[in-house]
């Protein structure tokens, strides 16, 4: 007979250590504390807002914990594996990788810059695979993690009336690495899952409300059946449950925190 579970402790990510890519603004930035909230230390990795970063980290320690900032491109193969080297030397374990980075660069696809496409699959996809990998092998150790890979509900619709092709691919193709991964990883005792998250303000979509307001309203937020966009805050409690003791059961998955804009 299998033992109860302390219910009251399904979320508690007490001594558990995470690395979240993308983490110093935006969804990223929620993400990290939401698992630091939870007790897990994070390595807030980016490539450029460094010290958006280190004030995150400063913040989150404030609160007890060893939570640091970490400079790297997730498309550099050395980059990633620094990365990884560094979070072994401190912590000689990881728990939980959320693979947040990502970029997106519009355009007609028939006059799409192929420098444009290679950048958006370098981030987005070798970005997510790089850094799997990497940390991967030192889930591989020690037989158990969690990875999330930050995908979207673009992965598996178009995205209108804006044109981005490349993105849109890139996140089908982060859905289908994660079942991958999933099923690769699963005799390790590792999980990896999906969030595909739908309309959410950030930085960039407050610049297209200031710019385009009439898409914002009329298109993003009438295409949901709650009529509206989401908050970063709304996707928290999803990585944290993923992240968690509670998923212990589901990997592969591709989580989908839209509003309900892909039901119609």
Known sequence: MVAKRDYARLFDLTGRKAIVTGGS???GRA???ALAAHGAD?????RSTVDQAEDL???????????????ADVSNPEDVER????????WGRADILVNNAGVIHPGEA?????????ATMAVNVEGVFLMSQAIGRLMIRQRSGSIVNIGSMSGRIVNWPFKHSAYNVSKAAVHMMTKCLATEWAEHNIRVNALAPGYILTELTEEVLREHPDVV????????????I??????AGAVVYLASDAASFTTGEIHTVDGGLTLR
């Open 25 to 27: 603004r935006g969804i």
């Open 31 to 33: 993400l990290a504390q």
């Open 42 to 46: 994070v390595a807030i990795v980016v």
């Open 57 to 71: 980290a400063r913040e989150l320690n404030d609160k007890g914990g060893d939570s640091f900032a970490i400079r």
């Open 83 to 90: 990365l990884a080297a560094e979070v072994d030397a401190r």
């Open 110 to 118: 028939e006059t799409y810059a192929l420098s444009d496409w290679r």
């Open 217 to 228: 309203n009329d298109h993003w937020a009438k295409s949901a059946v709650q009529n509206r």
């Open 230 to 235: 989401g908050t970063v805050d709304e996707l």
